[in-house]
């Protein structure tokens, strides 16, 4: 059976305002404030929590450094950090960012215009429609539930369904099969570089979205192909897996 499998954040629906809002929740419990922007900052959601905290710590340390002589702010930003952000920083706040998105998860978060009706008409021509997600599946399934399009796909595989995540192969694999498919029929819909190497490592072709956190520059990767608009992916599908 001919299979499309999307990914999710920055592909099916723009998740980037309530991912920085954890994000930016862990760094007001430390003192830091809000150290990232929903506008600025959407690419690096796109690259998961542990991302976004590298980065929110990044700037932490630089605005310390840059902080004059002992002040309030300076000591704050010190007891926070202690010397320049480390992996146990991030892995100590990780935790608490997923618990965060968790409870708040579909405040800003919308499909991306025509996403829904694709994926309906995808299955009406026949293809199996699943997901392959670098979202942990828990948070995923959350997610597309609230949405009310979780039933739309028959398989989801997220960061943690199996031991390996996205570029590796073997999610994919996955979500191809436990949709009902073959792999050799099947294609990718996604927004980054993790995608487009996850399409090269199966020998699949991929479609990377322009209306993502990258926009047009996406091109850059020499994806298979490029969709501006949902309207056009039943198309795009039926001449990818002709």
Do not use: W
């Not at 480390?86 to 706040?93: M, N």
């Not at 039933?151 to 995540?165: C, E, H, K």
Request: aromatic content about 4%.
């Amino acid at each position: 059976m001919r299979t499309v499998i999307f990914d999710l954040d920055g592909t099916l629906a723009d998740t980037s305002g309530d991912l920085i809002a954890a994000a930016n929740s862990c760094f007001r419990d430390l003192g830091l404030g809000d150290l990232l922007d929903p506008a600025r900052d959407a690419l690096t959601a796109f690259h998961g929590g542990r991302a976004m905290l590298r980065l929110g710590f990044m700037r932490a340390s630089a605005q310390e450094q840059g902080a004059e002589g002992q002040g309030a702010q300076g000591q704050a930003l010190g007891q926070a950090l202690g010397q320049a952000p480390d992996e146990a920083a991030v892995d100590a706040q990780y935790p608490r960012l997923l618990a965060a998105y968790g409870a708040a998860i579909r405040v800003h978060t919308r499909a991306y215009p025509g996403a829904v009706a694709a994926v309906e008409a995808l299955r009406a021509r026949g293809f199996a429609v699943g997901i392959c997600t670098n979202k942990p599946e828990a948070l995923a399934h959350q997610l597309l539930t609230e949405m009310g399009i979780r039933d739309l796909f028959a398989s989801l595989v997220g960061a943690d369904t199996l031991p390996v995540r996205k570029p590796d192969p073997a999610p994919y694999v996955a979500a191809v099969e436990r949709a009902g498919g073959t792999v050799a029929r099947s294609m990718l819909i996604g927004d980054t570089e993790t995608d487009r190497r996850t399409g090269l490592a199966v020998g699949v072709p991929v479609a990377l979205v322009t209306f993502g956190p990258e926009g047009p520059g996406i091109a850059r990767l020499a994806p298979e192909a490029l969709l501006d608009r949902y309207e056009d992916l039943p198309a795009l599908a039926e001449r990818l897996l002709a």
